[in-house]
């Protein structure tokens, strides 16, 4: 097993202290918090959290754009430094990196792994990467999403890159890689259950056991938004009402971005809600939004 300086999400034997909890006929003895036990007059042992290895990986773009710059320094060259600072910071104390490089059509992926040898393995091919010739198109975004897939774990994605695509093309790609992060972080952080996040295009939620769900908004035409006001409210009630009844998450989803929606048809935030048939009449009236990019 390997060891690191990261908290790992589930308890188990380490070095970072955890919860408490009453002593029971086989624990160590030798785990016995004896500060807690002196004030609750009761044996106590301190349960301790599992360090882990932290899994970082470096999307990196090797388009053809990066060949250009000075006599003295490309943006290649800046691109090979700008990995090498993050794996050498990162690839350390059984830490492990991984690497996507782009190239025009091409992405190559690099499996994580700790070490030295491999981080200069994965330096070797940033640099040796050919030169474009500026042929072919450089899918940033659909790069990012391929990370989001494949990095589900709690870890570091390092994106390197110029970002002269248009940013149209891979600002929700980027997007659903902070979300997934986030939500990972949140429930490294004790959220024992779920993190649901709302935001204009949608909602999305990850569970405890890392499954994703992904719900576009409801197609709204400019003229029926009267106002903003109570919206994520409404989505909140919406989602809590569904996980109320037992609901599954992807139809809580569902219920929150509708009611959310019917809350846009007026200014304030309490004649705004309506009826919940009628709030979900609206998703077969509008339709909904693009799919957003975490969505299978």
């Keep these: 097993m390997l060891h690191g300086d990261f908290l790992g999400l589930v308890p188990g034997r380490g070095t970072e202290p955890g919860e408490t909890r009453a002593y029971s006929p086989g624990d160590d003895v030798r785990r ?28 990196v773009d090797r388009s053809a754009r990066l060949d250009f710059g000075t006599a003295t320094c490309e943006k290649r060259d800046l691109a090979l430094a700008a990995a090498a600072g ?75 890159s110029d970002f002269l695509d248009d940013p149209d093309r891979w600002r929700t790609a980027l997007g659903t890689v902070a979300l997934r992060h986030a939500a990972g972080a949140l429930l490294q952080q004790g959220v024992r259950e779920l993190v649901v996040v709302h935001f204009p295009e949608g909602a999305f939620a990850r569970t405890r056991k890392g499954d994703d769900f992904w719900q576009p908004a409801l197609k709204l035409p400019p003229k029926y938004i009267a106002g903003t006001a109570g919206a994520g409210d409404a989505f909140c009630a919406g989602v809590l009402y569904g996980l109320h009844e037992s609901w599954d998450l992807q139809r809580c989803l569902l219920t929150g971005v509708c009611i959310a929606a019917a809350s846009l048809a007026d200014a304030t935030c309490t004649t705004g809600v309506k009826a919940l048939n009628t709030s979900l009449a609206l998703a077969r009236k509008f339709g909904f939004g693009a799919p957003l990019d975490g969505a299978d």
Aim: aromatic share 2%.
């Design 32 to 59: 016995i918090d004896w500060n807690v036990t002196a004030r609750m007059q009761d044996p106590y042992i301190r349960e301790t959290i599992a360090d882990r290895e932290l899994e970082a990986w470096l999307v």
């Design 86 to 160: 993050v794996g050498l910071l990162t690839g350390r104390g059984g830490n492990r990196v991984g690497a996507l490089i782009l190239r025009g059509s091409e992405l190559t992926t690099v499996p994580p792994r700790n070490g030295r040898t491999h981080l200069l393995g994965i330096l070797e091919r940033i640099m040796s990467t050919p030169r474009g010739d500026g042929s072919g198109t450089s899918d940033l975004a659909a790069t990012l999403k391929r990370a989001g897939a494949i990095a589900p774990r709690r870890g570091l994605v390092v994106v390197i």
